[in-house]
């Protein structure tokens, strides 16, 4: 799933952390980054908000059903 215009990376970490399984970021590579792990989690978002005050878009592959509804929920309320 592709999430957009991400300004409030607090609140978008809250989520993450909310998710019963994995949830991974997608890199430009195709590599998949596990966003539940707290290193990896501040490598991805550091590079992420590297030149950017907010992440235009990103690719994030969720395990569990019930998270991908939790994420849909988050960028619709955001």
Avoid at 16 to 23: E, P
Avoid at 46 to 73: R, Y
């Amino acid at each position: 799933m592709k999430i957009y215009n991400v300004n409030d990376v607090e609140k978008f970490l809250d989520t993450i952390k909310q998710c019963k399984g994995s949830v991974e970021l997608v890199s430009q590579q195709g590599d998949r980054l596990n966003l539940k792990s707290e290193l990896t989690k501040y490598l991805a978002i550091t590079k992420l908000f590297k030149d950017d005050t907010f992440i235009n878009e990103m690719e994030l592959i969720a395990s569990d059903p019930d998270d991908v509804k939790l994420l849909v929920d988050y960028m619709m309320m955001g």
